[in-house]
């Protein structure tokens, strides 16, 4: 039982905190669980755990989501440019090609790859705003390239950021529309797992409420403090981290 709960402690920590930083939840989830055979990991407990940080990010900007008067054509802009990677996503989880891909050798190159990108496009100087800045072109822009965050390695989040630096938002803009992109892409992905769900038979316990929970509070604390740290630094940290996890990948690969 203790053994289960920590199990479920690391999963709801690797969750939250890797979702929303530019570093790939999926990767960071595969890699661990490759490494340690978690008992506790099950379909219940990764929709629990991305449901936690679903409900975690829907309360962190619940003021702009339930102002839709004043919001009505921001959320029509994250609507419109969340259609392309839930089309793409369910394409390829029906073919069964995006497990496939599921790869330390293909982690690996992403990671590298996508981290060095992101490192370039944060190198923008320019000021642009959500208010005033963000249309049709530029979420169609950012919504295409989030399509590739299905390899993994890739990271949703660095994507998005990275798409929006290269159209020379600023850092925290850029990361806001990353994170409300993610309520899509998580309610997405909690379908597809309620889908695969219904053709298993389940039982719902403890540890779902607390992998809920936990992803949750690991999911808020984690937006809340990356928002108030990009205000002051650069992607720099997570670029440098991006690139020894890589290497550290290519040691044990080849």
């Known amino acids: 039982m203790f053994q289960n709960i920590i199990e479920v402690l690391i999963l709801s920590a690797i969750q939250g905190?890797?979702?929303?930083?530019?570093?790939?939840?999926?990767?960071?989830?595969?890699?661990?669980?490759?490494?340690?055979?978690?008992?506790?990991?099950?379909?219940?407990?990764?929709?629990?755990?991305?449901?936690?940080?679903?409900?975690?990010?829907?309360?962190?900007?619940?003021?702009?989501?339930?102002?839709?008067?004043?919001?009505?054509r921001l959320l029509g802009l994250i609507i419109f440019g969340s259609i392309p990677l839930i089309i793409v996503g369910y394409i390829l989880y029906s073919t069964g090609i995006i497990y496939s891909l599921r790869n330390i050798k293909t982690i690996a190159w992403t990671t590298l790859i996508f981290g060095i990108v992101l490192y370039i496009a944060d190198k923008s100087r320019f000021d642009k705003k959500i208010s005033s800045n963000l249309n049709l072109q530029s979420i169609l822009f950012i919504s295409l390239l989030q399509i590739l965050s299905l390899i993994p390695g890739v990271s949703r989040a660095g994507i998005t950021i990275t798409a929006a630096r290269i159209l020379r938002f600023n850092r925290y803009d850029s990361s806001k529309i990353s994170f409300l992109l993610s309520i899509p892409a998580l309610s997405g992905a909690s379908f597809l797992g309620f889908k695969d769900l219904f053709n298993q038979s389940v039982e719902f316990n403890y540890l779902v409420i607390i992998a809920t929970i936990s992803s949750f509070i690991f999911s808020f604390i984690t937006v809340k403090f990356f928002l108030i740290y990009i205000n002051k630094f650069s992607m720099n940290a997570f670029v440098i981290y991006r690139v020894i996890i890589a290497l550290v990948l290519f040691i044990i690969i080849y």
């Open 17 to 72: 905190i890797s979702e929303f930083l530019p570093i790939s939840s999926s990767a960071h989830l595969i890699l661990v669980s490759s490494l340690y055979e978690f008992k506790s990991s099950s379909l219940l407990i990764d929709i629990s755990l991305h449901l936690g940080s679903l409900f975690a990010i829907v309360y962190f900007f619940r003021e702009e989501l339930l102002d839709i008067k004043n919001n009505q």
